[in-house]
Nanobody, 126 residues
Framework: QVRLVESGGGLVQAGGSLRLSCAAS????????MGWFRQAPGKEREFVAA????????YYADSVKGRFTMSRDNAKNTVYLQMNSLKPEDTAVYYC???????????????????WGQGTQVTVSS
């Protein structure tokens, strides 16, 4: 069992920055593929970023590429999402998730993730 706790959300003006953190419990954090997803009111949950559990490389949705950076610190059992140049359309609840499938190095499909945090609200004003 893995418990995920997100933090760092808030209200920011367009063009601003936020850094989200996701702290995970458990001793096998480094073996999980990790991802960030978001959900705006009335919309489907969508992929934001995921990080390869083997080499630490990250993959991003086109809508955030070049603005967001995902990283992980296995020593701290934490993943981060640095969000720069924020836009009003980035407004959503952001969730981190863990995929425990040992055959998966990186995953962009939210339905395959096994554990989820409670979410943190990000609001970008225009």
């Amino acid at each position: 069992q893995v418990r995920l706790v997100e933090s760092g959300g808030g209200l920011v003006q367009a063009g601003g920055s936020l850094r989200l953190s996701c702290a995970a419990s458990g001793r096998t954090f480094s073996s999980y593929a990790m991802g960030w997803f978001r959900q705006a009111p009335g919309k489907e949950r969508e992929f934001v970023a995921a990080i390869n559990r083997s080499d630490g490389s990250a993959y991003y949705a086109d809508s955030v590429k070049g603005r967001f950076t995902m990283s992980r610190d296995n020593a701290k059992n934490t993943v981060y999402l640095q969000m720069n140049s924020l836009k009003p359309e980035d407004t959503a609840v952001y969730y981190c998730a863990a995929d425990q499938n040992p055959g998966i190095l990186i995953d962009i499909t939210w339905r395959r993730y096994d554990y989820w945090g409670q979410g943190t609200q990000v609001t970008v004003s225009s």
